[in-house]
């Protein structure tokens, strides 16, 4: 087993253009401080987000990842991140009863305006997938 | 109402073949899709336009080489071109509504014509009671009428664990439960349509007994159903071992292929989306010590399922189909029945009601995305 | 001739922002060693003049065919940047951005990790880099002409403005007559000036303007097109004439409340009850009933609004300063006569409006706080039954005349006209706007916008304002002539397409249609907005966003995930990838 | 019965004007401890029609004309008025307590309601050299009938004399032919003896030529100013001409006051007047003395219940008597004196005082009083 | 011609003065329309009032979401000349061609050098040690900043700015040995020989957008702003709640949790008292929202909102206010006649006019509906170019239903709350019928429409 301790998680978030990745860059502009385990790619909108961008990841070995779109009525798309939250209520069952922890898989409504949100989200994902350990896939290898 | 087609010769295959005749050469519909029964005992989908070829017809043995919601698609598409009957099983019709929804066919002037299903062999069982003669299907289907099943191979795992062998959505419903065949063939009918063929409704009809046969063939699946899921996800439950489970996974992409479900012209796995150019499986390998060649198999079954788990009608063909014997269909099923409860969705059961992935509430899951 | 990424890299220091945290040199060796990466420099601030010099000169001398620069957010200076590589003749959506500042060196200052993270955030963007594609931003030709639906206060003003600002319009009205409801009042607050002075010079104008056409007795029956080209077939009665139009106000109105409906008050079996609406016609014959002068009037508010009872909840906005408007009228005239005005809440908003309210209470008018429960006969005379909720008492309040003050309600028809323009509608039944704060006259369709009561209760000076908005609106891509398609839309390849539909569906712009013939789904790039859930709606991967496409963010995964290239073992680099540890 | 025309009243008290939003009620001292309930008073009397019977209404007599609610009011209703004008029906029907009977009749003989000989007047002034004002002299000292008479309050009179004498003002006052101001008859309801009193008043200021007066008393400072007719008269009260000597350096103080003190807002300085500011100047001018607040101060100072006409009556519920919370509030800001500026402040919470047993850790005192003892 | 070159100067232009969201929506559709704009505005960034706000009623959309990218189109559209932390000086002229003179305060901070970094700020003595005013600082004064600042994270433009009130160097001549803020800059930006610049622009038509000023509490004595620290105005319970407010939008006050809310309506509003005499028109809906909020993150607090006429009006208003009170909070009809301290906390002392009684409600906090007045500057600006204000102050239009966005002048166009308060979405109609007049003017100047090419970065975003 690794040590959990010194095992930094390793996590994949997309980003809707409009609220997340701008209140990311809050969370920059403001100088707040979040665990550095996150690689950050940008998406027009929450709800373009395709299973397989989730599902790569967690094959691959990636710990986490983390989906951020904009508040439920706040879509810059008018219901973009409505569209979001079933799917990911789909994939949330398929990863559950598929024998995954449906835990690695976040999805955040995260304002422009809410930076501290948004670090807050890192280090707490972070510290949960600390705890949860590494993911399993990170050694298997026939898949 | 319900009618009675009489058994001209004490059979239910001659009442029923009759039966499908009369919509032929009553104009009720110009073309139909019945499985025929080959010189050699084999059960083939096909497209009927001449009432004598109906001779042939064989909608009631008890296996199921495709699920003819595949065809009725190539045959309708956008619209049928003509007046289409089609005979179908349950899980048939339901695979039908959900490619209707996926705008892969369509049930304008299409008569769907459902039948009590009892359950389906694999083929190579169903060509063993053939050659060896264990039962003939009269008496399986007598049988089956008061719930019983004849001895001899297990049905298919998905009709073993079937718990919707009626089709609720067919215009003519066959009976097989209940009554019997002994009496004639129990016909589920629009009274318009029935005075078109001259039935004339039953009026002692035992509702009561068919409800008895079915509520306890329900009853035994259900419990198989059950036992089947829970020792499936005992074997998923841990982490990593669907990995194990499609380990001996071929890529043939057969399931794909006999899924009704799966619609789409090039599957993305076939697309050039997935050719990696060789630094792909060299990093890979890198990183993990080895990799399993070719890859992304389980990449390809995890993303099948977010494709179709929502519409899955648990029809069991991509397990007939699997030459591995991965129990894809069980698989499938237990995770799309539950992605299907999450959303409150029945596949193949309304028209009406939208896919789950495609439509939204804007009160619902409030819980998701927030911090709790 | 297959295309080769030729990538220059370009990493900002930012002052010390990035480069006190995040090892510049090593970063730009990682990067200059990245495929298709043919230079990767460093400098202080990229955004800088000399610092996009450096790039234009790179591009023309190094002949590069994409452009990296890691630096601060893409929302800062992606448009600095796009300027800079399209005025060395590269097309400017050939350009990526790594952040390595915000989501980087700020974050996570005096971490070993930072000089890491902004690798892999350049390996990123590189590995996006070689695939992006030249897009062109298109601009469509725009029908100089406008349509207006709807001849209320709204619509002619919108008319006016846009015909004024040079363009012609159409303005089409269902009835005989325009003016709509603004038409049936007698006198306007504050200044109790008569609505026909009001409206008359505006139908005037619009009469004589040259380039308005009215078409009176007129329906609108089917709409084509998108923005800048809109054609809409109007039913002249038994003509059918195709109007086009650039852009499209919708002033349709509202309907009043049927006050029969409030069953306790008695409309229609009691002739001394009336609604506001009837009080307007009174006053123009002075307020007779049965040939008398009124001496005790009852005003009853919120009649039709705020009443879930009826699935109307919201405020109708104007009957509170109508019912005082009419009372100050009775209280004017008839000043013998008792008036009390039952309310729960005054609504005295606007401009002036508290300032009315309190002329109106000083002129005598008694404001009374309860919501009538009932109203019944005695003698000759109704009796309004309601609790004075400061006195905490019920009360029969003795009335001659009541005048019931009500509420807008959607039109009828609405629900028509919105699935004629593919509109939606809000929960109170009236069109929704694009936005409820930021773009009160926009709609989801682009090019159709909204003026008057059609979209919410509203007073004339209100409406007027939408009216004018709207035309604002309206008039701008008539002004341009052209309208600028956005760049990054939706395409579908046409033999992956199963023609499934689900993408339309998850549309919220009706940007995607099933071609008749070939059974494909087609992008209309005008109503697109590149939100990309139709690309992940679509499980054939047949719909693309352009420069967000499923192979540029697997090529992205892939680096992050597996690193960039298989030389670099973790012993040559042993910071390749967020992976490889 | 007691019927009014209520109408008629309501328009002429601009009662239309109310909006019931309860400002007036919510900040009325008088509120809290008796039914008196100015909100409700303007509604019943806005939807009585034309006629609202006043019988029973005794919590009309509660009101100390405080102006809370009308410095309040947000549409400029000025429910005191209307409840001053509405205890004038009870007057014209005679239907008053004998207490204020005898005050209004004292008035009308002796010119103060205290029934006190007009002779007796200067008693306190007799070993001050006051000069009678007359032509030329620049202030007139209007002493005020309790400053007259009521010992305790004479001494404040005499403070003052001795500061304005130290500040080399010139002023004089008008010994016996000093007459009541008629503030208190006013807001007892007895309009006509007040208009009485008025004209008297005005007549007699105008022959002796008055430009300038001080008073010791906020109400005859306020009556002056605002109940009688525009005259021409600059009027102030002491602690204004206090504040203006020390400012220019007419007054000086030689000692030390070394005392904590907290200053009590009488009404009708403050919420009547807008004057919070002078009386503290005069305060923290003091040598020695350290001003700390209470808690309600300035705009939001609590009456002591002394004014409009209450010198006079119980009121409802005399039990709990605003002064003695009044005391309680100075006491918990650790205060050792607690300073006033009128007559009718300084009697009410020294009496409150006394009741309270706190003799021992507070003392009252007049603003004047505290100024003379550092002179 | 790229889509990114900038069209040669096309007249007639624009000027508008104010960089609020009305100025913004006005100066973003006369731009959009073809017209050269110059877009004025008094402090060291755009966005105005909205900028400060968390939450939008009644839907709770985050302000900066919606307002931040139109801020940014104003800055990158090529007809649109940004000029920030400055004040119109002078208008002369006549509709068609007004002179126009702008006073360019200094900032001490060359624009075209700086890149916003904020080095200079985190190295100026008095980091986190200056208090704004209350009324105009975006955090409302509850935050602390250096002396060396940029309004908020998100301003437009994003450069800094030397506050002159604050500045060591410029208040007393001297800043310790070295100037800290110019030694830490690596873009040399800071620049402290900067002076105030005069420059002049020649526009056919003026769009008046200065906004409101928010009701100085302080003139309301009985509720203690000032005096007690837990009063507080709607304003600063905006930055208390923001996300991106001082306290990340937790509800504190010196660390302490609330848990009995009072709200108070109509602070400073229909208040003929104060000469106030109008309804502010959002402060009841401000406070259903702020009492939603407090519900929402203060669970278990007790909330109650004290108030005269709910003017729940717009679109969702009142089913806003329905949800509100659903959620449980309280609306007790009385407007509150003074709050007094007792104890640890605050006694609020109102009649409950529906109870016919005099209440106290205890509360840990108190929120201030202020509302809104004229700009204090309102007066001579009007009187420098002959602008007519109304009774109430707001400058006048020239018909109060027909034609409220037509000042006195011919010409000179008024948008958003500098004609009367109003709420965002009437804001922006308003600002854009503003447009549409101002555009009706410029394209009768123009003649035939004329065709542009590719312009217009607020298309291509919304």
Redo the contacts between chains.
Sequence with gaps: MPDNNHFEPRIVAFLCNWCTYTGADLAGTSRLQYPPNVRIIRTMCSSSVD??YV??PL???ADGVLIG?C???DCHYQ?G???T???????Q??L??????PRRVW???ISASEGQ?FA??IT?MVASLKEMGPN???????? | MIGLFPLKDGDALTAVRSFLQTLLSNDVVDALYVPLESAEGQILPALVTDPARLESANPLAPVMLVNGARAISALT??KAPARLGAVLRSCETRALVELVK???ASLEDVLLIGVDCPGTYELADYQAIQKEALFALEDALQAAGRGEQLEGPDLRLACQMCTQPIPEQADIHLHIYGEGLAGGLFVEIGEELAEKLGLTPVLDYQVKKRQQVIEQVLGDKQKLREAEISAL?AR????????QM??ACLRCHNCMTACPIC??????FR?A?FDHP???Y???A???????LL?D???FH??R??????SCVSCGMCSSACPVDIPVGL?FS??GT??QA??GYTPGKDLQE?????????N???E????K | MAFTPRIGVYICHCGINISASVDIEAVTAFAASLPAVIIARDYTYMCSDPGQALIKEDIEQLKLNRVVVASCSPRMHEPTFRAAVASAGLNPYCFEMANIREQCSWVHPGSEATTQKAMDLIASAVAKAAHLQPLITRQVEVSPSALVIGGGIAGLQAALDIAEAGFQVTLVERAEQPGGHAAQLHTTFPYMQPARELLRPLMERVDAHPRIEVMLSAEVEEIKGFVGNFEASVRQSEEMRTVSAGSIVIATGFEVFDAHIKKEFGYGLYPQVITTLDFELLSAQNLQVNGHSPRKVVFIQCVGSRDQSLGNPYCSRVCCMVAARQAKWVRQRLPEAEVTIFYMDVRAFGKGFEEFYDQVRTCGVIYRRGNPSEILRQGEHLLVRAEDTLLGEVVEVEADLVVLALGMVPRQDSAALASLLKLSRSADGFFMEAHPKLRPVDTSVAGVFLAGCCQGPKDIADSISQARGAAAAAMIPLLRGQVQVEAATAYVEE????????CA??CTYGALR?HPVR?VMTVNQVLCQGCGACAS?C????VTVSHFT??QT?AQL?VLL?????QR??ELLPTASL??K | MLQIESRQFATTHNLFACIQCGKCTGGCPMAVKTTLNPRNLIYRLLVAGNGYDLEGREELWDCTTCATCSSRCPKLVNPMEAVIALRGAFVEKGRVHPNVKTALESTFRHGNPLSMPREERVRWASDLSIKPFGEGVEYLFFVGCTPSYDPRVQQVARSLVKLVQHANLDFGFLAEEESCCGSEIRRLGEAGLFEMIVEENQEMLKAMSVDKMFTTSPHCFNAFKNDYPQNGVQVEHYTQLLSRALENGWLKFSGRFEKTVTFHDPCYLGKHNGIYDEPRQVLTGIPGLKLVEMDRSREKSLCCEGGGGRMWLEGSNPGTRLARWRIQEALDTGAQVLATACPFCLLTLEEALKHQNAEDKLRVMDIAEIADQVL | MSTYDLPNRLEPAALVIGGGIAGIQAALDIADGGFQVTLVERSASIGGRMAQLDKTFPTLDCSSCILTPKMVDVSRHPNIQLLTYSEVAKVSGQMGDFQVQIRRKPRYVDESKCRGCGLCAEACRLNGRVRGDPLTEFNAGIAKRAAIYVPFPQAVPLIYTVDPEACVYLTRGVCGKTFKCQEACTAGAIDFTQSEQLIEVNVSTIVIATGYDVFDARRKPEFGYGVYPQVITTLEFERLASASGPTAGKIRLNEHQPEKLVFIQCVGSRDLSIDLPNCSRVCCMAVAKQAHLAHDRLPGAEITVLYMDIRAFGKGFEEFYDRVRHEGVLYRRGNPSEIIRRGENLVVRAEDTLLGELVEIEADLVVLAVGMQPRREADGFAQAIKLARGEDGYFLEQHPKLQTVESSLPGVFLAGCCQGPKDIPDTVAHAKAAASAALISLAKMRGEPAILVGIGASYATN
């Design positions: 299973p397989v599902l790569k094959l691959d070995g779109g508040h439920p009525g219901t991140n409505y569209k939250r079933r799917r990911y209520v789909a994939m069952e398929i559950r009863a598929s024998g995954f922890d999805l955040r409504w949100k807050d989200t707490d399993p896939m990170q050694v298997a290898w026939a898949i | 598409q956008k996926l705008q892969q996800q998923l439950g841990s982490n990593g071992s669907i990995a499609f380990a619609y789409c012209k090039t599957c993305l697309t989306a060789p630094e792909h060299l990093n890979a890198y990183r993990k010590g080895a990799i399993r890859g198999t389980l990449l995890l993303t399922m977010n494709h179709m788990a929502a698989i237990t995770i539950q992605v999450a959303f939208p896919l789950p992935l495609v439509t939204f509430q804007a619902e899951w409030n998701i995305g927030e911090v | 033999e992956l397409c199963a023609g499934c539909g689900q569906q998850v099933l059974n709606a499980p054939s991967g047949a499923f192979t697997m892939e597996n690193g960039s290239n298989h073992k973790q992976m490889a």
